[in-house]
């Protein structure tokens, strides 16, 4: 049974608004999910995760490389394995700030990691 998620519709007016929307969370309370259930809804993206091993590794192999690579709207699930794809997409939308590039998901209280040096402040809900 799939447990309806009440923040779905934030996020989707977010995403009409921002750049970026940060879903962040505990670990298991179904955010993968729900960025699953807005792809296919109401915001369609491609969707990657770096729980897969290739898709982590390219991205920490050539961060740059991998936003390129990708193309927009795009989610990127667990987006805290790869401190400095923040970077890159900051570069991504400091090139064309339309709302809606990226959704990314991610366990950890993303905006404090040491490792991470931008923060996309201007560019980015978080929810």
Not at 16 to 33: A, D, M, Y
Not at 66 to 74: D, E, G, H, S, V
Request: net charge positive; with cysteine.
């Amino acid at each position: 049974m799939l447990i309806e998620r009440l923040l779905q519709d934030k996020i989707t007016e977010s995403l009409k608004n921002f750049p970026t929307v940060l879903l962040t969370g505990s670990r298991q309370v179904g955010k993968s999910t729900l960025a699953s259930i807005i792809t296919k809804s109401s915001w369609k993206a491609n969707y990657l995760t770096f729980d897969d091993r290739t898709t982590l590794d390219a991205a920490l192999y050539d961060p740059d490389g991998f936003i390129l690579a990708n193309k927009t709207p795009l989610v990127i699930d667990e987006v805290q394995k790869v401190p400095d794809i923040f970077r890159c997409i900051k570069l991504n939308i400091d090139k064309d700030r339309k709302p809606g590039q990226f959704l990314l998901t991610g366990s950890k209280n993303i905006m404090t990691l040491k490792k991470i040096s931008e923060t996309l402040a201007g560019r980015i809900a978080i929810h």
